[in-house]
């Protein structure tokens, strides 16, 4: 089993930045990809970034060029370096990994963008 702790999330104006975290412990050798998944209230859960094995990356439009994700696997975390935000990324986001042992996530973390 794999166990994901986020963090990081908070209150930031238009235009600010936020880094968000995920650290993995547990099966983490079968890991093969980590996302970034966000839901606003009254919607569904969307897919913002992928790391596949540490190298590939993928983006959902809406956040291209002012996202992005990596991974440090000497500490087994993955990251969401956030810029340029807006009122439209409010939401919870969530860690999620892919891999042998199969899907797990985190518990989210809340991101206000907001003036």
């Known amino acids: 089993q794999v166990q994901l702790v986020e963090s990081g999330g908070g209150l930031v104006q238009p235009g600010g930045s936020l880094r968000l975290s995920c650290a993995a412990s547990g099966s983490i050798f079968s890991i093969y990809s980590m996302s970034w998944y966000r839901q606003a209230p009254g919607t569904q859960r969307k897919l913002v970034a992928t790391?596949?094995?540490?190298?590939?990356?993928n983006y959902a439009d809406s956040v291209k060029g002012r996202f992005t994700i990596s991974r440090d696997n000497a500490k087994n975390t993955v990251y969401l370096q956030m810029n340029s935000l807006k009122p439209e990324d409010t939401a919870v986001y969530y860690c999620?990994?892919?891999?042998?042992?199969?899907?797990?996530w985190g518990q989210g973390t809340q991101v206000t963008v907001s003036s």
């Open positions: 790391i596949i094995s540490g190298r590939t990356t």
């Open positions: 999620r990994t892919n891999g042998a042992d199969g899907v797990y």
